[in-house]
């Protein structure tokens, strides 16, 4: 086959993008249903394309798939090329697939104690996620946010996200948003204000133990999988 790279490699640039485009676009034809099987060569031709809409697509697919199998390497460099062409093209994805991309990619930096990487994404990119109003995928980012604020000591800057956070939860209404808000509140209950919560009563005997406790269960919750079916949990 190696005639194959010398044919390919004597096409001029115009000749070789117009090649991806046609082998993406067949795949993507014959993949119908299934194309997850085959999101990374998708991600890969599309990416020599121009279609940048394509091409952020499928590399956020393919960080979601390899993150679901927790191959975090993997993941996080289909999720960097696909940040690296959100920002250079904005108007690539719709406000709904930026979403999508960074409850994924926020999980992984979250994971992968990247905090002030995530810091600087959700900067960036949280005013289009609000723009989605009253969404489950808001308050899952948010709570990532409100991670990576704490873990960096900005506690003020947490409790006002949070702040935002829990009334959208609230009337979301649904167990996985009250949940993951619930996680955040612990968070910032025992590190930036110390209180009684408005959703749970702690009895003096229980307030008398060790303030570790419930540092404990708000990292092993937040910190918490859950994808495609799968559970992990760190530590």
């Given at each position: 086959m190696r005639w194959c790279g010398t044919l390919y490699h004597s096409l001029l640039g115009d000749g070789r993008t117009a090649l991806h485009a046609k082998i993406a676009d067949e795949l993507e034809r014959r993949g119908g249903n299934r194309l997850i099987e085959v999101a990374e060569v998708l991600a890969y031709h599309y990416s020599q394309t121009?279609?940048?809409?394509?091409?952020?697509?499928?590399?956020?697919?393919?960080?979601?798939?390899?993150?679901?199998?927790?191959?975090?390497?993997?993941?996080?460099?289909?999720?960097?090329?696909?940040?690296?062409?959100?920002?250079?093209?904005?108007?690539?994805?719709?406000?709904?697939?930026?979403?999508?991309?960074?409850?994924?990619?926020?999980?992984?930096?979250?994971?992968?104690?990247?905090?002030?990487?995530?810091?600087?994404?959700?900067?960036?990119?949280?005013p289009r996620i609000d723009r989605l109003g009253d969404d489950v995928r808001a308050v899952l980012i948010r709570h990532h946010y409100v991670f990576a604020l704490v873990w960096n000591t900005r506690y003020r800057e947490a409790a006002a996200v949070q702040r935002e956070t829990l009334p959208i939860a609230e009337r979301l209404g649904d167990s996985r948003s009250r949940a993951y808000s619930l996680t955040s509140e612990l968070l910032i209950s025992t590190t930036a204000a110390p209180k009684a919560l408005r959703s749970l009563r702690y009895s003096k005997e229980k307030q008398s133990r060790s303030r570790l406790t419930p540092m404990i269960v708000t990292v092993?919750?937040?910190?918490?999988?859950?994808?495609?079916?799968?559970?992990?949990?760190?530590?």
């Open positions: 121009s279609r940048a809409d394509k091409a952020f697509g499928y590399l956020s697919m393919a960080g979601s798939k390899s993150l679901g199998a927790y191959s975090l390497d993997e993941a996080a460099t289909h999720f960097a090329a696909a940040l690296a062409l959100l920002d250079k093209s904005p108007e690539c994805a719709s406000d709904d697939q930026v979403a999508e991309f960074l409850v994924s990619y926020a999980l992984l930096l979250n994971l992968t104690d990247q905090v002030k990487t995530m810091i600087g994404i959700l900067e960036r990119y949280l092993r919750v937040g910190r918490g999988v859950s994808l495609g079916g799968r559970s992990f949990t760190e530590g």
